[in-house]
């Protein structure tokens, strides 16, 4: 951050300005409170308030377009999910989708991380490379992998062609297709992995390492008592946040098997979309939404738990 | 590197290369599916224009020229990513501000649990908003609006622009607010003349931030667009169910919607890092 030096603040302006400022200024707690207004009048309107509806809609039924069509159902809609094979499958796909994707973004990322860390030949070149995917647009991202992964025009299969493999159908059958979405998710996502680990690396001081090796520790040594405590905390935060925006999963899934064969690769966002905006079926809709926000919550607790340690330890 | 076996060095600079190569090939992949026609897709694998097959720029005239889709949805992502951002940015910017150098007291809720509180906001899945807004918004008639979009898109982004613009605010020494203080400034002439211009990095880089999470938005806009506010992720989604992929149109959307975004990485990559290496890793 730049400092000036000197402590007058730098043009307060003409006298007229000041003196609306002045004036501006007189109702102090009022005025303090004026900055957080806007922020929380928009969360309030287009986020708490919904979602608060969202938890009424789960518990009944609404008709849209006509006035007090609120019916009240009591646990009937989350009645229904327990026999309700297709958000079943919905649910294990999104696990798959989760576990698969974050346990490899973990590992690649790390690996990475770990790798430039190093500062091998061209480190500068790769670090800001290795950001590229993260800032994309999944969407866009999601055709680029269909362009290598469709069976009669990938990439993918002309490779394994050239090997002798045979043309696999990798988007139209399910086990496969939750694969290629992992693929893709993970290549989005392992960048937020690796900058964030870097990062950890980076902040130990390397005169730290150096003197623990002159001080005769092992490489094992080294990792264990200097590395390894540094990024633990970095690591399950990356780990549980990447977790929490899985869990959301939609555009990638949308765009490369839309939720197909069958139903059989959709994930809980995409069935809550469409049951809620293609059938029109609000009610079960926000219900299938709610036990999503359940896992969401599952998931992000112990990041709550430790920033609220935090807040009281600061 | 010092201490690593030569081995364990090429297999670092291996490894690293096929990375680059991983992140790279999809891209150039596409760039090539751009140039070619159907003879050039379906007549099986091809990688170098001109050396392996003749590429053509029909595809590009195609997209540029198709009457009301590309150019409209271009415009529209710009307009809602750039205003939306702004929005986010100043909003959270103030509540930001507030944060960091008033003392708030709502009931138990102290400075730390209101800033955790705006935060928390980002992790709550869109789907379990978007019902009762998409009701609300065909009440007041803000579906396939910008003006809607860009309302959304300012929630959407708020909670990460108040909590970078909070911890950007919180690193400025409060010394320079009492000397401003002393010589008779207002607590908004301190805002204005001693934080906004020291936090310019900041409130760049949470700019930046948004517009890039408003430009790659998927399901509200899914939702809430489907013409007149049509954004670039919708148009390209769309494309395969109309008439059947047709992958060099395709190819071109994808890259013209991703080209800002290479663009922003490739000016501000080294920024950002920076930044978060000074500031997070802790």
């Known amino acids: ?314 | 590197m010092v201490h690593a076996s030569r081995s364990l060095r090429w297999f670092v600079s291996g490894f690293l290369l096929f990375w680059a190569f991983v992140v790279l090939f999809p891209l150039y992949w596409t760039f090539t599916i751009s140039l070619k026609d159907s003879a050039g897709i379906f007549g099986g694998a091809s990688f170098i224009p001109w050396v392996d097959f003749e590429p053509t720029l029909d595809a590009w005239r195609r997209v540029f020229l198709q009457p009301g889709g590309t150019l409209l949805s271009l415009s529209n992502s710009a307009i809602i990513g750039v205003i939306s951002a702004a929005f986010a940015t100043i909003t959270g910017g103030l509540a930001g501000y507030g944060l960091s150098r008033f003392r708030y007291k709502f009931g138990p809720l102290r400075n730390r649990d209101i800033a955790f509180w705006i935060l928390s906001q980002r992790m709550l899945p869109p789907v379990v908003v978007v019902l009762p807004l998409f009701v609300m918004f065909s009440t007041v008639g803000l579906i396939d609006s910008r003006f809607g979009m860009i309302l959304l898109y300012t929630m959407f982004n708020l909670p990460i622009a108040a909590w970078l613009m909070y911890q950007y605010f919180t690193q400025i020494p409060l010394d320079l607010d009492e000397a401003a203080r002393i010589d008779g400034a207002t607590d908004l002439q301190v805002f204005r003349h001693v934080a906004l211009p020291l936090a310019r990095p900041g409130l760049v880089a949470t700019f930046i931030v948004s517009l890039v999470f408003a430009w790659n938005e998927f399901l509200f806009a899914l939702i809430f667009t489907f013409s007149q506010a049509r954004t670039m992720p919708i148009l390209v989604a769309g494309q395969a169910t109309q008439h059947g992929p047709q992958w060099w149109d395709i190819a071109v959307m994808a890259l013209i919607t991703v080209a800002p975004l290479v663009l922003i990485t490739a000016l501000l990559g080294r920024r950002l890092l920076g930044d978060i290496l000074a500031g997070w890793g802790k």
Do not use: C
């Open chain 1, 1 to 314: 951050m730049r400092q000036s030096g000197s402590v007058t603040p730098a043009g307060v302006g003409t006298r007229e300005e000041v003196s609306v400022w002045k004036r501006w200024s007189s109702g102090s707690k009022v005025q303090r409170r004026a900055f957080l207004l806007p922020a929380v009048i928009l969360l309030l309107v287009l986020s708490i308030f919904p979602f608060l509806a969202t938890i009424a809609l789960s518990f009944g039924t609404w008709e849209m377009g006509r006035e007090g069509a609120y019916g009240f159902r009591g646990l009937e809609n989350f009645a229904r999910l327990i026999s309700d094979a297709r958000y079943l499958t919905s649910l294990i796909n999104t696990v798959i989708l989760v576990g698969g994707s974050v346990a490899l973004q973990f590992v690649l990322g790390l690996a990475l991380a770990w790798m430039v860390y190093q500062r091998p030949p061209g480190h500068r070149f790769y670090r800001v490379l290795f950001l590229l995917p993260m800032m994309l647009t999944p969407v866009a991202v999601a055709y680029m992998w269909r362009l290598i992964f469709e069976s009669r025009i990938g990439a993918l299969n002309f490779f394994l062609g050239a090997v002798g493999i045979e043309a696999v159908p990798w988007l139209t059958q399910r086990t496969t297709a939750l694969f290629a979405v992992i693929v893709v998710e993970t290549w989005i996502w392992t960048p937020f992995v690796f900058v964030f680990l870097y990062a950890a690396l980076e902040n130990i001081e390397r005169d730290a390492l150096d003197a623990a090796i002159v001080d005769g520790a092992n490489s094992w040594q080294v990792f264990r008592y200097v590395i390894f405590p540094t990024i633990l905390p970095v690591a399950v935060a990356v780990l549980l946040l990447r977790s929490v925006e899985a869990l959301k999963i939609i555009d990638t899934v949308y765009v490369m098997t839309g939720g197909g064969p069958g139903n059989s690769t959709e994930s809980v966002t995409l069935y809550a979309y469409r049951t809620g905006l293609q059938f029109f079926d609000l009610g079960y809709a926000a219900a299938i939404a709610v036990t999503l926000f359940i896992g969401v919550i599952a998931v992000a607790l112990p990041i709550v738990i430790r920033m609220s340690r935090r807040a009281e330890a600061g």
